[in-house]
């Protein structure tokens, strides 16, 4: 596939962009990183307004029937704006998993609404250190769910669930409402995304899908939400590395712009080349979603936009010097969710092993 996008990519990323902009607030955001259980409802009604909800999803379910890259181009604005996007990830990997068993009634029942926005989906799978542990500490028995998940993200306030759980001795994927479960808010590092402690206290759940069925399906799951966050990190990154351009461009020192030092203007080729790697990973991983090196193109573009966005966060902060980390420049919103997007869907170790068992057939 060519790294470049048709000229209907493209008109969604011009608009995702313009429409994230017209609408941002960085005073309003700041807040939201500060208030445990707040979040960006202005940018969700945006998303619904808009039809980002329904990009993924099939046309015979309310949706547009895009794709994979087509989301990925929107939380690509979303990561420049540092809008409150966390039900873009987990919803979609919710939906995905809905859409791809054989179930036409489940479907159905819940595709429609998602699509439409009217509810919200999140994926709980990790446990302690682990996003998708070998034997589960939650349990499920006779369409009942026991357990708990810690930091959920989109928790908070999501609607259903699909929950990595034990059935019978194996691991398997379930569906489970979260009006009747106990859910514990968590005062984050970037409380914008809705993290929560959730606790299944014999909450009626659907099962999905069990054994080594179940474990692939998961896996499929947390590599689509990943390759749609490696596009919000790329976002992010490529705002900073703006930044920090136009600043070394405009601030004086030693009677010349602090860009003509090669301290500082190696350090922003250097930015730059990092965020083009992990936009051509994006692209590509995006392209291969459905085929049997999904995998690991995904886990190149996780790996590369972590790399991209953290390096990002620090450099653009240290080209500002002091300014950058005082409240009012507002380089604290990249900073916090570069460091919370780094560790959602399973940190840098996680894809780094995932990638190498891949590659090797050994586990690393």
Not at 129 to 148: E, H
Not at 230 to 237: D, P, R, T
Not at 268 to 297: K, P, S, T
Request: aromatic share 6%; net charge negative; charged share 20%.
């Amino acid at each position: 596939m060519s790294i470049l996008y048709d000229e209907g990519q493209q008109a969604i990323a011009t608009e995702s962009r313009r429409v994230l902009d017209a609408r941002a607030n960085k005073a309003r955001l700041l807040g939201l990183l500060e208030r445990v259980g707040a979040w960006d409802e202005m940018f969700w009604n945006t998303a619904v307004e808009q039809g980002w909800t329904a990009l993924a999803i099939s046309e015979e379910h309310g949706g547009l029937g895009l794709g994979l890259t087509e989301l990925g181009l929107v939380a690509q604005a979303t990561g420049a704006a540092t809008a409150g996007a966390p039900f873009l990830a987990v919803g979609h990997g919710l939906a995905h998993a809905v859409a791809a068993i054989d179930d036409a009634a489940l479907q159905a029942q819940w595709l429609p609404r998602l699509a439409a926005g009217d509810m919200l989906g999140t994926v709980a799978f990790g446990e302690g250190s682990s996003p998708l542990t070998a034997t589960p500490a939650v349990t499920f028995a006779d369409g009942i769910l026991n357990g708990a998940k810690d930091g959920v993200t989109g928790g908070l306030k999501a609607d259903i669930a699909l929950v990595w759980a034990l059935a019978d001795g194996e691991p398997a994927l379930v569906l489970a409402e979260l009006a009747g479960a106990d859910r514990t808010p968590v005062d984050s590092f970037d409380n914008a995304r809705l993290i929560a402690d959730i606790t299944f206290a014999a909450t009626p759940a659907r099962l999905i899908a069990r054994g080594a069925e179940a474990r692939e399906l998961a896996l499929d799951v947390l590599a689509r939400m990943a390759v749609v966050t490696a596009h919000e990190q790329v976002g992010g990154a490529e705002a900073l590395l703006f930044i920090a351009r136009d600043y070394a461009n405009t601030r004086r020192a030693f009677g010349q712009v602090i860009g003509a030092f090669q301290s500082v203007k190696h350090r922003i080729a250097e930015l730059y080349g990092l965020v083009e790697i992990a936009r051509a990973n994006c692209i590509h991983a995006a392209a291969r979603a459905g085929q049997a090196d999904f995998l690991i193109a995904a886990a190149d573009a996780r790996i590369s936009a972590t790399d991209a966005y953290d390096t990002a966060a620090r450099d653009c902060v240290q080209v500002h010097g002091g300014i950058g980390v005082t409240w009012e420049q507002g380089l604290h919103l990249h900073m916090r969710r570069a460091r919370s997007l780094a560790i959602e869907q399973g940190n840098m170790l996680f894809w780094e092993d995932l990638l190498v068992e891949r590659l090797t057939g050994v586990a690393a």
